[in-house]
Every structure is written in C-alpha cells, then in structure tokens.
C-alpha cells in the first residue's frame, strides 16, 4: 500500500469534522455532562509548542469521553486585554483592538492544524464587548454585595513617564520604560475582597482530590493561615514621642517571649512615623527603606536593616526588662500589625538582625535530648520543638504547652480596660487589586461625581465600551488622555462628573471565562443558571504550573462571589486539576559564541554519539543544556513548520509518547522522525489486517481457536490498559501499550501469512477485530490517521463518532495457577493466583490463608519456600 499522506489527510479531515459539525456541544443533551477545558491562550500571535502540549493533553481526554458516550464540553477562546496590545501599539502603530484581532485570526488558523476536537461556535475574545459587557455587570453585583470595594493602595508610580506601572515592568527598583527610580504612592485602587473567603478557600482545598498536591500546598502557602496572639506592649512612656503608650504585636510564637531581645516595627508602621518627626537620620533611614522596594522578594533576599528609635518597650511579664524598638526594613506594614518583637535564637530573621547590631540571643527552646547548657545558637536559629528553658514559670513545659499558657495568663491580664492579648487567626492572603491605570482592559463601570462621590453606571448603560480613537503618543493611560471619553454626566444628579478611567487587572477576564462557555449566546446574563448548574464545574483542567496560584485562587474565588450574587450554584469551578510540564529543547552553541537555532543546525548520530554541524558552513556546534525554549537561547520549533512537515498527527504523538505529562518534554528532531516512522507503520498494518480481514465473517465465530484468542486478548488487553490509562492521564504509558499491541498484531499477522492457505474464519474475524480496535485506541493521539484508517477498515462513519469498544472481560482473566499449601510439612490447603504471580504475590495470598494462620497459631512464618509451578511450603 501507499504511504500516509498526513499533509493531505489532515485537512481534509479537518474540513469534514467542521462540515459534520461533529464537535458542537448541545446544552440540552441529556446524556451525563463531561467538561474538558484547557488553559484558553493570549493571542501573542503565533502559538508555541507548549499551546500543543496543552491542548493536545485535552484533546485526548475529550476525544475518549466522547467516544464513552458523554455529552463533551470543550472549547476555545482568548484572553485578549494586556499589555503587549498596548506595546505593540506604541512600538508599531497598530491599534491594539486590530493587534489583538489579527492575532486571533494567525492563531486560530494554527489552532485547527492541530486537529483538536473543539466547539468552535462557543469561541470568544475577553475584549468583545459582548463579554466584557458582563464582566462589568458582575463587578457591580460584586459592589452592592460588599465583595468589591475602594481601597488606599500603594502604586509603582514612575515619575518621569508620569504612569503607574505593574509590578513585572519593575526592574531592579526602575521603570522598564523610563529606567527612572519608582516610587511607591498611596492611591485608590478597586479590590475584589477575596479575603471574604480566606477560611472557606483554605478548607476546600481538602475537597479538591483531584488536584495535584502541590498545587494545593501552593494554595495553602498562598493563603497562608497562621494561629498567634496579639499582645499589646507598653511603652515606656519616658522614651516615647508625643502620647504613644503601646505597640501591638503579632506572634505565632508567644511560647519564646523570654528569649525577646528587640521590638521591631515596619518603615511605614505610625510610631516610625511619629518618631521620625524630630530625628532625622531615621527619617532618611525610611526614606531609604521605601526607595528599596516593599515586594516580597526583595524583602526576603535584601540584607537585615534597622534603626533604632530610642523607644522602649515593656516586657508583658516584667515591668522592669525594656527593650529597644527598631525601625526594620524585614517588616512588613501589610501582614499582622506591622510590628514583632525579635526572639533571636529561634527566628533566623532576627539572629541575622541581631547578630549585625550585637544584640545577643538566649535560647528558650530546646530540643528534645539536647543538654540545656551546652545548647548554644550563634549563626542558625532552632525553630523546632523541644522543653522550655531560661523561661522562669515556663521552664520544662513543652513549647506547645508554653504557648497556651503565655495565651492564657495575658488573655487574663488586663490594662486600661483592654486585655493584654488576644488570640488571633492571621491571614497572609491580601484582598485582590483589580485596578490598572492601563487602556487595553475591561472598563470599571463607574462615574466619580463631585457631588454623589461614586456612582455605579446604570446596568442598561452596560457595556461601557473602550473608545478606538486613542492615541499613545504620551505615557500613561489612554484612556485618561482622551478628549472625551471620561466626561459624562452623573447618572445621579446630573452634574458633571467623569468616568473611571482605570481598567481591569486581565486575571479577571479569566477568573469567570470557563463559566461563560456554557452559554456563551446569553446576551442578557452573564451565564443562564439552569446551563451553568449542569455544565460546571470543569471536570478537568489542564494548564501549566506557573498559574497553579493566582489564576486558580482568583477563578475559585469568582466563583464564590458569583454564587453570592446568583450567577452560579457551585463553590468551586475546577474538579480535576492537572498542570501539564513544559517542552525543552538542546542549545547549540555557535564557535563565535552566538547560539543557533535547531532548524540551523545538522545532527548525526553515530552510536551513542550526537554531533552537531551547522548547515549553512559546515562548522561544528557544540551541543549544550536541554533548556525550556527560549528566544534568546533560539532553541525554539515552530509549529507551523514541524505541522507542515510530518503532519498534526506525528507533532501529538511524539508530544504524548516521551514523558508523562506533567514532566518536561524534550523536543528532538530523532524523536520526531520515530513517531512519524512510526505513524506508517501504524497505516501499514492497518491496510495489511485489512486485506486479511477480507475473508471474514459478518457474524462473529461461536469459537476460536489458539492463535485467534491470543490475539483477542492481546487486543482487548491493551483497550483495557489503553482506557484505563487516559482515565489517569498516564499517555506516555497508553502509548507504549499501543505500540506493543501494534507489534502482537504485526505477528499475528506475519504468522497468518506463512501458512499457505487463507486464515480460518475464526482468525480473520479477530484480525478484522484486532486492528478496528488498534485503530480506536490511538484515535484520541492521532485522529487524522485514525480517520483514513477507519475508511481502509470499511467502517461506517467517522471514527471522532464511533462508540468506545466494548472489553469482553472474559478475555482480560489471566490464567489462574493452584498450588497446594503445606505447614511444617503437613498439607492445609491450596492457594490460586494469577499464572504470571511472583513470589511476593503469592507468599502473600499464603499468609492470608485462614487454614494457615490457624496452623501457625498466630505466631510468624519464619520461612516460605516456593517450589514454582508445584508446591509452597510454610516453615512455622
Ligand atoms: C516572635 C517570634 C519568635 C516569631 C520566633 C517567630 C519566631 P507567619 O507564620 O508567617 O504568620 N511577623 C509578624 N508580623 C510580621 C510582619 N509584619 N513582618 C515581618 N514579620 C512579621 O509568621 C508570624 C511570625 O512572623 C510572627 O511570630 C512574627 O515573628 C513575624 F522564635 O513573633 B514571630
Ligand atoms: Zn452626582
């Protein structure tokens, strides 16, 4: 037979699946529901090999629901608002709404080469107004529910260009743009009050057992729950400026309050602020902090820093011990109350603090088994369990008892009227900042009036819509430089009044998207309850690691408020969870240095050997790291190029084939080919079972023989392994399962060729069998060829709609193996296990022998001795 033309199969299989409509969900099917959704993708403009992993992953999965008989939901869209849009129309000239468009049209047609089984008819862009319209009647559901408020924040603002800047054009301190250095200003942001839902958010993870487990700690971490107290520290009034008489704390480690050797208090914290008033030096110390930055990472890497106010404060157990407040660049206004007191030796924060100003440390935990006086900490902090020591009524208790009982004596103790602690649930979970400063995003849909302060557009104004006559000539937003845009009249009293010109954060377009794909036509509602109740939640998602915290926690987040506000019945939007790896790729190192790309460069193989050639000169490459692919390392494959030379079909198959999913995949070229090779291979067998099968019967042979029935259970072993496979997303694993199938089918039929005459009925039947369910099997990976095989076969209809085969679990059973049982020589019975059982299998089975554990009357076998294929033989 002829070779497997994937260039021309695959788009005319493309063009039918379209003609048939075959990938049109109905909302109103009553077959049970199964949502399959990927990651939907930005339209840089083309897609990466990584968009093919991803949707490759999901295609397999929606292709065996189908085929299982469930009403599939898959679709595709594009989270359209962003920056790049604006970059590009800055740097090109291009509006960003025609940017964004023409992108989606490259990207879309890229998407179809693929070959994925997606209902096109529910696609849409964020930045339709026809979707963001709903978007801004949400945000105004979420305002009059209390779930999004006005809030002071602190802002990048880059005082050359004059514009807010997100935190990712932060560069080492400096505006990407201007390269000046960024402030940090104090403006009104809109926040979405995700931390509403801190407990709720933190205990459904435990729900989510389809998720991945790190990407649950991730969550976990994110949302950052910790149990401590709040204690209130005197002041010493004699060292204090104007009035201040406490500082209040946050600790989850009241237990080490003896071990205390400093008080600590955020840049920002009033008292540094006050204090600051008549000391200079410590003004410019603040100043300073603030120009560093205030984001976590810089904390967490920069070196201690501290100034000490002159302030004492009072030990809440001796009124006689004062310690030195410091003004510290480790502590952070936002979490707690912007204020600790330093416990050196079990807080490696505080020991390097300490150790830089000569505090000292004492230790008041000490670990179980250690001598108290020889446990000495000079540059490590202990933070683990252990007996209290140097602690006066605490000593000997352990820390966990310590810490009730620190909790429970300044619980009791009072000052003023107020008690001197309380117990606290502390939350590092910020509330969500929505608003951008930026042109390219959803509009915030309300009006600032002089007179009546905020007022929300009126839902039949919906959508405010982005005008298209803008310029970007100047920094900042242009949406605040438009002539008109911004003026209105109040919807209230009529005055004149502006518009929000700020935008918003595109984390929303995304957090609500997978719902709008239920009934994406609803011109009325965000979603239409009774389609959304039964379409959600996704029963799997897939996408990479890198949104395993914001994109997740914000979607089951939305998901809440939209319950609140009566668009969803559901809490969370996502049942299974799965974050696919990357695709990684060798660098080739140039001799001047430069990198080349894999198109540019020539691989031999020679044994275990690789060189590397550059095409172009000859000249060797040296051949470097497998990396994630990069544009500046160049170790980047295009998609269209490897699609446009082996075919769709042989770009998923070797992505599916070399690793499990959630790992990286290395792309080779090697690789490529063997998967291509391999896709003849399969076409070839099919047409040659095919050709075998001629002579079969209709009906199916009331029996058969030995060569027929091996080949029956090899077939339906591997739908067995192949079905349970892609039910646990284990592809690499299903692959390797076809491939063996393959090669029992190839023998099969080799075995049938060498006798002269035709093969029995019973033989051609199964081999027709065999490779109609060969050709189901790896239908999910490669459609395409799955189609032209199906055709070859002479099945009715398109593969992409046959029903999934049937198991005949009858074929599945091993051959069964019974052995007799002796006890210290004595016959107790017999055991039957699977033919292909190893020892362990079967000294277990032994063991759980009632008549043997009664023979050995409860003590332990001291031996087992199997004799294979004849007896086993237990020594009491
Ligand atoms: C005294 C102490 C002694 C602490 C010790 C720790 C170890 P988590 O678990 O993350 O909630 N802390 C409190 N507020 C802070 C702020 N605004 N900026 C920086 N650090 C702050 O951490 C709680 C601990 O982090 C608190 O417990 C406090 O230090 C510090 F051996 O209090 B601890
Ligand atoms: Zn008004």
């Known amino acids: 037979s002829e070779r497997y033309n994937a260039r021309d199969a695959e788009p005319r299989w493309q063009a039918e699946w379209d003609r048939q409509a075959i990938f049109a969900t109905k909302n109103d099917d009553s077959r049970e529901k199964y949502y399959v959704l990927e990651m939907f993708p930005y339209p840089s403009g083309r897609i990466h090999i990584g968009h093919v992993r991803n949707y490759t992953l999901g295609d397999v999965i929606a292709r065996y629901m189908r085929a299982k008989g469930y009403n599939v939901l898959h679709p595709m869209g594009w989270d359209a608002f962003g920056l790049p849009a604006e970059n590009a129309a800055i740097e090109r000239k291009i509006a960003p709404r025609a940017w964004t468009y023409d992108n989606i049209k490259a990207m879309k047609k890229q998407l179809r080469s693929i070959g994925l089984s997606l209902d096109w008819a529910r696609e849409f862009a964020t930045c339709d107004p026809s979707y963001y319209k709903h978007q801004q009647k949400m945000f105004l559901d979420f305002l009059r529910a209390g779930l999004a408020e006005r809030e002071k924040r602190k802002i990048n603002w880059d005082p050359v260009d004059m514009t807010v800047l997100a935190n990712e054009q932060v560069i080492d301190g400096r505006g990407w743009r201007s390269g000046a250095v960024v402030e940090q200003r ?20 435990g ?17 950052g729950r910790s149990e401590g107290l709040l204690i209130r520290f005197a002041l010493d009034p004699a060292t204090t400026p104007n009035g201040e008489n406490e500082l209040k704390i946050f600790t989850t480690r009241p237990d080490t309050l003896f071990g205390a050797k400093f008080m600590a208090i955020a840049p920002d914290h009033p008292l540094a602020q006050a204090a600051a008033k008549n000391n200079s030096a410590l003004a410019d110390f603040i100043a300073e902090c603030k120009r560093r ?10 070196e201690k820093m501290g100034f000490d106010t002159g302030i004492k404060a009072v030990h809440p157990f001796d009124a006689t011990w004062k310690l030195p407040v410091y003004v510290a660049n480790f502590i952070l206004m936002e979490y ?19 150790n830089k100003y000569g505090l000292g440390n004492t230790p008041v935990v000490c670990p179980e088994g250690q001598e108290p006086s020889s446990f000495v900490i000079t540059d490590t902090a202990y933070d683990g369990d252990g007996r209290m020591i140097n602690s006066r009524f605490l000593d000997g208790m352990t820390a966990d008892a310590a810490k009730e009982e620190v909790a429970k004596r300044l619980e009791g103790e009072t000052r003023g009227k107020a008690p001197v602690a309380e117990r606290k649930v502390n939350f590092r979970l910020r509330d969500w900042g929505i608003s951008r400063q930026r042109y390219w995003g959803c509009p915030i849909p309300v009006i600032h009036c002089p007179a009546c302060d905020v007022v929300p557009v009126p839902d039949e104004n919906l959508p405010v819509t982005l005008p298209e006559d803008v310029t970007f000539d100047k920094p900042g937003n242009a949406l605040d430089h438009h002539p008109t845009w911004k003026h209105v009249s109040c919807p209230r009293c009529g005055a004149k009044a502006t518009r929000e010109t700020d935008t918003m954060d595109t984390f929303v377009d995304s957090s609500w998207y997978f719902a709008r794909f239920t009934d994406p036509w609803n011109d009325n509602a965000p979603t239409t309850r009774a389609v959304v109740d039964r379409m959600l939640p996704v029963d799997q998602y897939i996408g990479g690691v890198e949104h395993a915290i914001l994109h997740l926690l914000y979607s089951r987040f939305f998901t809440r408020a939209m319950k609140a506000t009566g668009h969803v019945s559901m809490d969370e939007p996502f049942k299974g969870m799965f974050t696919q790896g990357m695709v990684v ?7 001047d240095g430069g990198w ?4 540019e460069v020539r691989i031999e193989v020679d044994g275990n050997n690789r060189r590397a050639t550059l095409i172009a000169t000859g000249e060797p490459v040296e051949i470097g790291a497998v990396e994630k692919m990069s544009k500046s390392k160049r170790n980047t494959v295009d998609p269209d190029d490897i699609i446009g030379s082996y075919g769709a079909d042989t770009a998923r198959w070797f992505m599916l084939s070399d690793s499990p999913p959630d790992r990286d995949v290395i792309w080779s070229e090697e690789g490529v080919q063997g998967a291509a090779r391999f896709m003849q291979r399969l076409w070839r067998l099919v047409n040659e079972s095919a050709e075998a099968g001629k002579t079969a019967p209709q009906e199916r042979p009331a029996a058969f023989g030995t060569d027929a029935l091996a080949l029956r259970k090899a077939a339906h072993g591997a739908l ?20 063996e199938f393959a090669n029992e089918l190839a023998d099969a039929l080799a075995r049938s060729r ?8 019973d033989l051609s039947w199964s081999l027709r069998e065999a490779a109609i369910i060969l050709v189901q099997v790896f239908s999910p990976m490669m459609p395409h060829l799955a189609e032209e095989c199906w055709q070859a076969l002479g099945q009715a209809g398109l593969v992409s709609e046959a029903r999934w085969p049937q198991i005949e679990p009858d074929l599945l059973v091993e051959d069964a193996l019974t052995l007799p049982v002796q006890v210290n020589g004595k016959k107790r019975g017999e055991v039957t296990v699977a033919s292909g059982a190893g020892n362990p299998e079967i000294e277990a089975a032994v063991l759980a022998l009632d008549a043997v554990k009664q023979a050995l009357g409860g003590k332990q076998a001291r031996k087992i001795i199997i004799v294979p294929q004849r007896i086993v033989n237990v020594v009491g």
Request: hydrophobic share 35%.
């Open 336 to 354: 707690g109350t912007g204020a600790i007191f330093g416990c050196p030796a079990h807080d490696q924060r505080d020991l390097d603090f300490v």
């Open 720 to 739: 067995d392994k192949v079905s349970t496979g892609i039910e646990r997303l284990h592809f690499n694993v299903c692959l390797a399962n076809i491939r």
């Open 596 to 599: 080349a790309s894999p198109e």
């Open 293 to 302: 930055g205030t984001a976590q990472a810089e904390i967490d890497t920069a």
């Open 186 to 205: 104090e403006m009104n942001q809109w926040v979405f009050k995700i931390t509403t839902y801190s407990q709720e958010l933190l205990d459904a993870l």
């Open 754 to 761: 060498s006798n002269k005459s035709a093969p029995a009925p």
């Open 585 to 591: 790729h060798e660098t080739y190192r140039k001799p």
């Open 207 to 223: 729900t989510l057992d389809r998720w991945p487990d790190k990407v649950r700690l991730m969550q976990r971490n994110w949302i």
